[in-house]
């Protein structure tokens, strides 16, 4: 055991660098045990990006169900694209908080479960017994129980991988689990693409457009294909040796500077086939005996009382609400994107209506979209995660300014190549260093329930841009809702100052430094 005092160390440096910069393997390219983990972290991402997104071909085929091709009515529609964002603030505080008292092991997969159960009822709407609100409602009232389910993953996953992950590669191991959002995104366009050219000939060439119940009930029941393929795993996930510190002995800095991870070596992956033969030490497979003192909600409200730390969750808070209502406003509300390059469907038979608007919502995902997630996966560890966000919340800002002030004189060539720029710098950028700063900035006693909070305040932002955007849209057109996007980004790069880097950053050390000072 190193004898150089604690109060030496740089602030919230390990001495674990060393051992960490051995490893000279870029931190993109991972172990076989890191890629466990992204399995069964990133899957959750994946099916929170399909189910936040597919609502909107799916919204498109309940009009020509239940409604003849007509608008769903205003007040069951904003209901059901706002019910999963609803569901997610839930979800992000319930989970985050009983994540942090109970811990990781006890509470993960549940929220996969819900997300599981949700679907499952989704995809049971009767509606040839209801009527078509009555069927509106019931999708509604389970995409909010899909939200919770859905929020729960987000404080989950970012906290049983940070938890797991070297310092050196903790920013790079979030961003690849964040990035999962993209190809849900994608997959949910293709997919819907598929199964529409599948039932083209009953609906395009026999005329029964009403089969298209048939569709948005595949659509969405595709996604429990890996729900069920992740759940076992996440049920059998043994609680973390940096969770199990941090409620032993909070105070120790050597404690945690003695974890040569940031959390375990390896990622058991348990079968049936050998759980009688499990060797994980009592630590690792009954955290519950060993765990005494849970961080309980008393205890969080005294350690964020104090300013250094409540200006933290101020920032990630803020920039996290901020973000989502640019980014939810763009991406829930489609419509008007798909009108400037010429892909609302507004021509042609029912099912050429709805697949050419498959295909302009598969055109917006790849514009920008999935490439954004994976610059920021290679760059994070080099450039850092404050200038990665305020970086992107600029150019955002910036981009979205040229759209707003040029909306109704851009070629299309010129709207295309302004909104996938829009698009990489939210993913190169604030979309996902607002999921991953909170993961790296706060203790692990703390983290999942700052993460929470944080996550939640972001949803608030999207339901608010959700519900209020068309709305606004009709009073004051679509370039003034566009230029409130752009001062949203400017106030979001404005309180990122808020925030420290914390490239390198071991927040537990920061914690029992201040313990040891009695600052804490």
């Known amino acids: 055991m190193s004898t150089e005092p604690v109060a030496e160390l740089p602030q919230g440096v390990s001495r674990l660098e060393e051992f960490e910069e051995s490893d000279n393997r870029p931190p993109f390219i991972l172990t076989s045990s890191e890629l466990k983990l992204l399995g069964i972290a990133g899957v959750g991402f994946f099916l929170d990006a399909y189910d936040l997104f597919i609502i909107n071909p799916v919204s498109l085929m309940l009009q020509w169900r239940l409604y003849d091709g007509k608008p769903l009515p205003a007040g069951p529609s904003g209901l059901l694209k706002a019910a999963a964002n609803i569901g997610s ?27 599981i159960f949700a679907t499952i009822m989704c995809i049971s709407d009767p509606t040839g017994d209801l ?19 859905v929020g729960g993953d987000y404080p989950m996953s970012a906290s049983v991988t940070s938890d797991r992950t070297k310092i050196r590669k903790r920013g790079t191991m979030l961003a690849y689990i964040f990035a999962n959002q993209g190809w849900g995104s994608l997959v949910g366009s293709v997919v819907t693409i598929v199964v529409l050219s599948i039932y083209k000939p009953v609906m395009n060439g026999e005329g029964h457009t009403s089969k298209v119940d048939g569709v948005w009930r595949i659509v969405i029941g595709l996604s429990l294909i890996p729900a069920f393929g992740t759940l076992y795993q996440r049920l059998t996930l043994p609680e973390s040796k940096r969770y199990i510190a941090s409620q032993k002995r909070p105070e120790d800095a050597e404690a945690f500077d003695r974890l040569k991870e940031t959390g375990d070596k390896e990622v058991k992956v348990v079968t049936k086939d050998d759980e009688s033969n499990d060797t994980r030490t009592k630590e690792e497979s009954d955290p519950e005996e060993i765990v005494r003192h849970k ?36 991406n829930l509300n489609q419509t008007v994107v798909l009108q400037q390059i010429g892909f609302d469907g507004t021509k042609g ?32 560890e080099k450039l850092g995660r404050k200038w990665i966000q305020i970086q992107g919340f600029l150019a955002a800002a910036l981009f979205l300014g040229i759209l707003a002030g040029k909306f109704h004189s851009l070629s299309t060539v010129a709207f295309i190549i302004n909104f996938t720029l829009l698009q990489f710098f939210f993913n190169f950028g604030a979309n996902s260093t607002t999921y991953i700063y909170p993961a790296e900035l706060f203790p692990t006693r703390y983290r999942a329930f700052a993460h929470g909070i944080s996550a939640a305040c972001g949803k608030f932002g999207a339901i608010i841009s959700a519900s209020a955007f068309s709305v606004l849209t009709n009073k004051v057109g679509t370039p003034a809702v566009l230029w409130i996007f752009f001062a949203c980004c400017l106030a979001g790069a404005v309180c990122s100052l808020l925030l420290p880097e914390v490239r390198g950053r071991d927040p537990d050390i920061v914690l029992a430094q201040e313990i040891r000072d009695g600052l804490a």
């Open 295 to 330: 961080a309980q909600f008393s205890e969080f409200l005294k350690y964020f009382s104090k300013w250094r730390h409540a200006k933290l969750l101020i920032g990630t808070c803020s920039c996290w609400f901020f973000l989502d209502i640019a980014f939810y406003g763009i």
């Open 89 to 115: 603030v839930i979800g992000q505080f319930g989970f985050g908080y009983f994540a942090d008292a109970l811990g990781r092991k006890a509470v993960y997969g549940k929220e996969l479960m819900l997300i």
């Open 131 to 149: 009527s078509p609100e009555g069927s509106l409602i019931w999708l509604s009232i389970f995409r909010i129980v899909l939200g919770i389910g």
């Open 349 to 380: 038979t029912p099912w050429e209506r709805m697949f050419k608007i498959g295909v302009g919502t598969l055109i917006i995902t790849i514009l920008g979209f999935v490439p954004g997630y994976y610059v920021t996966v290679l760059t994070i």
